[in-house]
């Protein structure tokens, strides 16, 4: 391990000397710098950490990595600062003193390998500073001396990214957005599924005229410490998700912020990492809904919508230097929305029929008591338009959820002195109207009359006159009382319209007398045979009419079949 180490340093003093002919050392000699930083053979595989610049890393568990940083004079400030992305991270910053011909302004060639393997110190140097966790972590000194600097990470979790930034010059530098004197994030105002959050605007925007945006990270599992550790589980896709290309320890920085166009050189954007998938395992992919990010601008107030209610989120602020991509995370925080209001409930009369009106989306809480010991519950549903979900819970369990279209019919095991919770929810199409019936007698017949599966009108076009149509309509096997109505309408007579006109609830008491055509009575004991026919006449030549067929049940409540728009013929 120390004959590597050793390695290490004699490779980085002699990449070092192919870009400099005094053997300089990359510090804030911008002229120099520059002129390094377009040698790619200088940082290609190289671990130096570049003087005032943020790098982004990959480490593969229980691996660890050493990147290099040299402070060329005694007395000179230092500031070391780790990221860690997905994973808690060890890591070690320790000294090394350079040799005497290695830490000045050398003139000449350089040495060749052989004297400079001799010449470089191969102890363990001295350790400044320690840490293990997933904070954002910095070491800063006022005064340091010269040497060559190692920073040791280590992960010993999972593969994980992360980032580092070091500076000879950090009174100027100042690359992360600063913090206001109140970091915290405040709740506001807080809603059913809203929520609004304020905080105290950075500095670095107002003061120093940096171009600077917040960007709002929502979530149910837990706060996060940095912008990185949230992206990376946003999406394992993502780029700070992807490992560099075997042999490249060093990650390109961003280029740009130093005056550089980004080429064409097979690193990718954002960072500089490669495209290649990463090849180990990481935990699954959350769901969009479960953790969300919104870059916002520089305003300092969000709300964040489309919440569900009676659910706990943590919220996270970062602002964002948008020249350099680097941020800074306020202290989160965290609310529960507000539960959802609680609705009257309707009591349910033993045999009585009740009409439910549900809004859009909405919900309608039902509660049948019976008075006496029961074996069974007889439950009727009729939706006189879309259909709707409902839900029987007996004490709390839970007994019966599905979605009802039409006239249904529920048998539910009784129990004595139980209680019944019925809750309907509404289409997302529209308003819902319905009937319910809940029944403990076993002798009790069905209130609503009995109906075919197929409940259209159908006319025939080869039997239209300029003044009479022919239709035909489904039975069933009990008797029952058909009544048929007819309406003029628009031509331009439109879907819409006949929807509104759909309400199966809407019974022949809502017409017209003079839109009444007959009532009969029918049924056929074969079911292939219940079929009837009718011929409307008294109509006008070329107009357009709407017919609705009701069937009448004996206890009085009444079905309406689809309605039907045909036209009479205009010449005969």
């Known amino acids: 391990m120390r004959q590597c180490k050793g390695w290490s ?39 130096v950490i570049p003087d005032g610049a943020e790098i982004s890393g990959y480490l593969f568990r229980d691996t660890p990595k050493r990147y290099y940083f040299v402070v060329e004079e005694d007395n000179t400030p230092l500031s070391v600062t780790v990221t860690p992305c997905d994973a808690p991270l060890e890591w070690k910053l320790t ?46 000194a ?50 059913r599924t ?51 290309k075997p042999g490249r320890d060093f990650s390109p920085f961003d280029f740009v912020h130093f005056g550089f166009v980004p080429s064409d050189n097979g690193f990718g954007k954002d960072r500089g990492l490669t495209s290649n998938k990463i090849s180990r395992a990481y935990a699954a992919k959350p769901r969009v809904s479960d953790i969300q990010k919104v870059c916002i601008g520089n305003k300092n107030i969000f709300t964040v919508s489309d919440l569900k209610p009676d659910t706990q989120y943590y919220f996270d602020v970062f602002a964002v230097n948008a020249a350099t991509n680097t941020s800074t995370a306020y202290v989160g925080t965290f609310a529960r929305t507000k539960e959802e209001a609680r609705q009257k409930t309707v009591e349910l009369k ?4 009740s009409e439910v009106f549900i809004k859009r989306k909405g919900s309608k809480f039902l509660r049948f008591a019976p008075v006496s010991s029961h074996q069974r519950v007889t439950l009727f549903v009729h939706t006189c338009l879309d259909a709707v979900q409902v839900q029987v819970r007996r004490d709390g369990k839970l007994l019966l959820s599905q979605n009802v279209e039409g006239i249904r019919q529920f048998q539910l095991r009784g129990k004595p002195k139980a209680k019944y919770l019925i809750r309907f929810r509404g289409s997302r199409k529209g308003a819902s109207t319905l009937k319910v019936l809940a029944s403990t007698r076993p002798s009790s017949k069905q209130p609503f009359p009995s109906l075919p599966e197929d409940t259209r009108i159908k006319a025939f076009d080869k039997l239209r006159t300029c003044s009479s149509v022919t239709v035909a309509w489904l ?68 107009k357009t009419y709407l017919l609705d067929v009701y069937v009448v049940g004996h206890s009085g409540h009444s079905v309406k079949y689809q309605n039907k728009l045909v036209k009479t013929r205009k010449y005969c």
Request: charged content about 25%.
């Open 142 to 191: 006022t005064s340091t001396p010269s040497g060559l600097y190692q920073l040791e990470l280590l992960s010993t979790e999972k593969d994980s990214n992360f980032k580092v930034y070091a500076t000879t010059t950090p009174e100027s530098d100042q690359p992360y957005p600063e913090l206001p004197y109140d970091p915290r994030v405040d709740v506001t105002a807080l809603g």
């Open 475 to 542: 039975g069933t096997q009990d008797r029952n009382k058909y009544c048929i109505y007819r309406k003029e309408v628009a031509d331009n007579y439109g879907e819409e319209q006949r929807r509104r006109e759909q309400n199966q609830c809407a019974g022949p008491e809502t017409r017209r007398k003079s839109e009444k055509v007959l009532c009969k009575y029918f049924h056929s004991p074969n079911l292939q045979k219940a079929v009837t026919t009718e011929t409307i006449t008294g109509l006008e030549p070329g």
């Open 350 to 353: 033993d045999g009585k029929v």
């Open 95 to 140: 000294l090394q003193e350079l040799p005497e011909e290695a830490s000045g302004g050398g003139s000449g060639e350089p040495e060749p390998l052989d004297q400079q393997k001799q010449q470089v110190t191969v102890d363990e140097g001295t350790e400044l500073f320690t840490y293990k966790g997933n904070d954002v972590e910095s070491y800063v």
């Open 194 to 244: 809203t929520v609004t959050l304020a905080w105290k605007p950075t500095p670095t925007g107002l003061l120093m005229g940096q171009p600077v945006q917040y960007c709002v990270v929502i979530n149910k599992e837990h706060n996060f410490k940095s912008m990185c550790a949230a992206e990376a589980k946003i999406s394992t896709d993502d780029a700070f998700m992807l490992a560099p």
């Open 9 to 47: 340093v004699v490779v980085l003093l002699v990449l070092l000397g192919l870009g400099s002919v005094a053997q300089k050392l990359p510090t804030r000699d911008e002229g120099l710098f520059q002129m390094q930083i377009r040698d790619k053979s200088l940082f290609h595989d190289s671990s």
